[in-house]
């Protein structure tokens, strides 16, 4: 849920930013500043760190699957 509200949020703001002229990576859209450079690395951070624990928990679902 919380994940789902931060990207809703930041999808919201990015469309009320920039309309119709949104490109598919809203942060490329900015001017590149602290903040901008601050959110990028905290997304690459995010998907470093989610991204092998879903693996880890898909394998163990089809450990048990096949068990």
């Known amino acids: 849920t919380l994940c789902f509200l931060s990207y809703a949020v930041a999808a919201s ?5 920039f309309g119709t002229c949104v ?7 900015y001017d590149v500043t602290v903040d901008v450079l601050i959110a990028i690395v ?6 470093y760190t989610s991204c092998p624990l879903q693996v880890l928990v898909g394998r163990f679902v089809v450990d048990f699957v096949i068990s």
């Open 13 to 17: 703001f990015g469309y009320l930013t």
């Open 23 to 29: 490109t598919p990576d809203i942060l490329k859209s």
């Open 42 to 47: 905290v997304i690459a951070v995010k998907m």
